[in-house]
């Protein structure tokens, strides 16, 4: 359904990977995505979380899934949450950040990829449509991308 540059997606997929993977975060000051993704793409798990559950979600995550590493967004509070991370969590995963510029706008597009408009939402635009809900999960995914594209 979806190829390399549209990953498959899954709120909660209940396989465990057999490789490690990628944890992608977009920090936000009232939200943040997160995603889990491996290397092939295979998405495991993408949540937009209120930001005071963030540290929270990321945790339980890290014990859920073989994280290797967590790739983060380098804008917004992104330094904060960091030492955030490494504060707050026993044994933080090394952290990468990577350039989030444009990330909300392809995300907005990826969004209508994923989820394909239905009824009369088709026939508008897709430039003028907006996403019903937020796509800061889809930046974490996109985040995860960037990252293994320029490793």
Not at 18 to 24: A, D, E, K, M, T
Request: glycine share 4%.
């Amino acid at each position: 359904m979806y190829n390399r540059t549209t990953p498959s997606c899954a709120k909660n997929r209940t396989s465990a990977p057999h490789q490690s993977v990628i944890l992608g975060f977009d920090p936000g000051r009232d939200k943040c995505g997160i995603a889990v993704m491996a290397d092939d793409a295979q998405v495991y798990y993408h949540q937009v979380v209120p930001a005071a559950e963030a540290i929270a979600t990321i945790d339980r995550l890290l014990h859920q899934y073989p994280v290797s590493l967590l790739v983060m967004g380098d804008r917004t509070t992104a330094k904060a949450w960091q030492q955030q991370i490494n504060r707050n969590l026993s044994q933080p995963p090394p952290i990468v950040t990577v350039d989030e510029h444009y990330s909300t706008l392809e995300a907005r597009d990826r969004y209508w990829q994923i989820y394909p408009p239905k009824g009369l939402t088709r026939l508008i635009p897709q430039g003028m449509r907006q996403p019903p809900r937020p796509v800061d999960d889809i930046v974490a995914i996109i985040l995860i991308e960037r990252y293994i594209a320029n490793r």
